[in-house]
């Protein structure tokens, strides 16, 4: 199954099935791209964990070793975006790259997560772009202007439940129709559960939030005007554009 949160002609915000284009509310129905209603991220997380270097193509084509444990950060409510928006990318900046992940929607409070549970906690999958400002993310350790500005994590366009997602399920950036990135879920160098269980040895994870699992390789600089197209299978795509001032 899938869902979709949305504003309604009303102004109210909604969350119903998704199915077919089209995403249903009692006896309401829309068409998903349709001007009458106003996408929103699936999730209202309190935070977004992402993943570092946790496909090892990608950590090669950045010159960098793969980690032995998994590589934490963070990005904060502020830097959600959904499907169909406009990114406005911080001004200046000589690199501003997509980064194609596979979102892990949490569905309860948990701490302490054992790995043979805790897919017991996910409520589903969704599309993640994780943006990132490489100019300033080579320059700091904790990566806030790299990794949190506003925007930088469009979400969406739904969440599906983790029957709907293969094992092996791709993860795709396409740029202006070009395909950019190509992946998989069974690439993960720390698969989801391992993830689960060491995020939640050091902090509490709220219904919400999301874990974003890492990159592909094949990342790469956007330009003003850009279209990206960020798809999971099972998920469907999620679609933004890029403004840069």
Known sequence: MKYAR?????????????????????????????DEI??????????????????????????SEVPDRPLLFLKPPNALAAHGDTVTLPAGKE??????????????????VAEADAMDVVEGFTCVN?????????????????????????IGPVLATPDEVPA????????????????????LIFPIPELIAEITTYLTLEPGDVIATGTPEGVGPLSDG????????????????????
Do not use: M
């Open 6 to 34: 949305f504003r309604d002609p009303a102004g109210a915000v909604r969350r119903g099935e998704y199915e077919n284009g089209a995403v249903h509310f009692g006896t309401e129905s829309y068409d998903l791209e349709s």
């Open 168 to 187: 092996d399920a791709s993860v795709q950036t396409r740029v202006n129709g070009e395909l950019k990135q190509d992946g998989s879920r069974e690439q």
């Open 38 to 63: 106003d996408v929103l991220p699936p999730t209202e997380p309190s935070k977004i964990v992402c993943i570092g270097r946790n496909y090892a193509d990608h950590a090669a084509e950045l010159d």
């Open 95 to 112: 690199r501003i790259d997509h980064e194609a992940e596979l979102g892990v929607v949490i569905g309860e409070q948990c701490r302490h």
């Open 226 to 245: 850009d279209t990206v197209e960020i798809e999971v299978e099972g998920v469907g795509t999620l679609e933004h554009s890029v403004r840069i001032p």
């Open 130 to 154: 994780d943006l990132s400002n490489r100019d300033d993310q080579r320059q700091e350790q904790n990566w806030v202007r790299g990794k949190a500005f506003d925007g930088a994590a469009p």
